[in-house]
């Protein structure tokens, strides 16, 4: 007797079936979402690299409405420290939690905020932190600038006619500290170098995510939809 060859057929679930329709291009779609994310990353990476490597400019000589081609630009700073500071809540930092010290400094008429990095706080939530201002002291600065995303909930906030030193906020909000600011307050923060003396911790983010990171979630992504085709495929098949 001839062995009989065994024939491959496929037999599909119709809930399955529409499972998988449904999921695989949202997974497709969330790889390709997470790659194209990379590369974003990417090109903020270099333009990052690209900023802090230029030559510093005098921070007085910059116009407060081209704060777009500014970020991560370096520049330098002579002017006079204020008691004026501001401790911006919910900051973390190698486990820690606390506040960025965010302490203006007044030169060329313009009140200028410089972030003097990340300051551990108190379990008690009403015992601030004590940060040294030396107020009236004469200081060089030097950092790069950076300009936060723009909240909707900042723009809404309240805010008293008067203030007292340190104003704790929960994000930082120049707008709202112009209000109390011997000058006009520039746009955008100054992020110490990390090797100034003004400087507590530095704990700020470039990015919050490395495109690495993201590239490894899209392959996350890409290799669901693949084991889901296979399993789909698998439980289709019949032998006969």
Same mark, same amino acid.
């Given at each position: 007797?001839? $062995?009989?060859?065994? =024939? #491959?057929?496929?037999?599909?679930? +119709?809930?399955? &079936?529409?499972? !998988? ?100 706080? $108190?379990?008690?939530? =009403? #015992?601030?932190?004590?940060?040294? +201002?030396?107020? &009236?002291?004469? !200081? ?101």
């Amino acid at each position: 007797m001839k $062995n009989q060859e065994k =024939r #491959i057929g496929f037999s599909f679930n +119709v809930k399955m &079936s529409v499972f !998988v329709v449904l999921m695989l291009p949202i997974l497709i779609k969330l790889g390709m979402w997470q790659l194209d994310r990379a590369e974003q990353k990417r090109v903020i990476e270099t333009q990052i690299q690209e900023q802090q490597h230029a030559s510093p400019l005098d921070i007085c000589t910059l116009e407060a409405n081209d704060t777009g081609l500014l970020q991560y630009q370096p520049v330098v700073l002579n002017g006079v420290m204020t008691e004026s500071h501001v401790l911006v809540d919910n900051q973390t930092h190698k486990g820690k939690v606390g506040y960025e010290v965010i302490q203006l400094v007044n030169a060329c008429n313009t009140s200028y905020a410089v972030s003097r990095g990340f300051v551990q706080g $108190n379990l008690d939530r =009403r #015992i601030l932190p004590n940060v040294d +201002v030396l107020a &009236s002291h004469t !200081v060089s600065i030097s950092g790069y600038l950076y300009k936060q995303p723009a909240n909707r909930f900042i723009e809404d906030a309240q805010y008293p006619d008067s203030v007292v030193w340190p104003m704790r906020l929960a994000q930082l909000d120049l707008h709202a500290i112009g209000k109390y600011a011997d000058h006009p307050v520039f746009p955008m923060v100054i992020r110490l170098q990390t090797d100034h003396p003004l400087l507590f911790d530095a704990h700020w983010m470039t990015l919050n995510m490395k495109p690495e990171k993201h590239t490894a979630y899209a392959v996350q992504w890409f290799g669901l939809a693949l084991l889901l085709f296979g399993l789909f495929i698998k439980q289709s098949v019949i032998r006969r």
